[in-house]
């Protein structure tokens, strides 16, 4: 079955923009996160949906945001951008197990590498 | 606070021989641990999970081990393989967290041929 998708793989902005990124997940999941990767700070959690509903939070300003849809696809987008939004973001889906008897599986799709200038 | 922790930032293997990735974590409340191969610019690779309740669990070639009493777990590849050379993670997913996984530093795996 096909993999976690995500659109565009490339983006250049300038600074103040706004950018939205957009994940398609893996067909039958239905938790979708975000990450942030940059050199310094490594994959970083950015935040994680639900059947549509944001379930938890990284530590982000509240220039990042998110949104999931009833298909399970998910957009971020960040707002009035600084140079320092400059990183590959990553989604990611899991089969949200949430035994400990089973197996729990999160993969991730390609990135979307950002940059900031 | 580093609650997941991958001391050694290298590791050389020649080719044919055991890798052997280790990973030292804090928080107890971890439910399921992972382990991820990345290259640079793309994204990690899922390669195989394991269960807190659990301690060894195997898919092929590789094969994870948990030792909850001293918070440690290791990657077991054999045989290394070329390809194999990327940077590995390990990841601690907390169900009370729901999807969050926090990663470790990653060691980078080089196979010498």
């Known amino acids: 079955k096909a993999g976690v998708t995500q659109t565009p793989r490339y983006l250049i902005k300038t600074r103040g923009q706004q950018v939205t990124l957009s994940c398609s997940p893996i067909?039958?999941?239905?938790?979708v996160s975000w990450y942030q990767q940059t050199p310094g700070q490594g994959l970083q959690f950015l935040f994680e949906?639900?059947?549509?509903?944001?379930?938890n939070k990284g530590n982000f300003p509240g220039r990042f945001s998110g949104r999931q849809f009833s298909n399970s696809r998910s957009e971020m987008n960040v707002s009035t951008l600084e140079l320092g939004d400059s990183a590959l973001y990553l989604c990611?889906?899991?089969?949200?197990?949430?035994?400990?008897?089973?197996?729990?599986?999160?993969?991730f799709g390609p990135g979307t590498r950002l940059t900031v200038t | 606070d580093q609650q997941v922790k991958q001391n050694s930032p290298s590791l050389s293997v020649q080719e044919g021989r055991i890798s052997i990735l280790n990973c030292d974590y804090t928080?107890?409340?971890?439910?399921?641990f992972l382990w991820y191969k990345k290259y640079p610019a793309e994204g990690p690779t899922f390669l195989i999970s394991?269960?807190?309740?659990?301690d060894k669990n195997e898919d092929g070639r590789f094969t994870v081990f948990l030792n909850k009493s001293a918070k440690h777990l290791s990657l077991h590849i054999v045989p290394s393989q070329p390809g194999d050379s990327a940077v590995y993670f390990c990841?601690?997913?907390?169900?009370?967290?729901?999807?969050?996984?926090?990663f470790g530093t990653g060691t980078r795996l080089t196979i010498i041929p």
């Open positions: 949906y639900f059947s549509e509903t944001q379930r």
């Open positions: 928080n107890s409340m971890f439910d399921y």
């Open positions: 394991i269960s807190s309740i659990k």
């Open positions: 990611a889906s899991s089969n949200a197990n949430l035994g400990l008897t089973g197996t729990y599986e999160q993969y």
């Open positions: 990841a601690g997913l907390s169900f009370f967290g729901n999807e969050k996984l926090t």
């Open positions: 067909s039958g999941h239905r938790s």
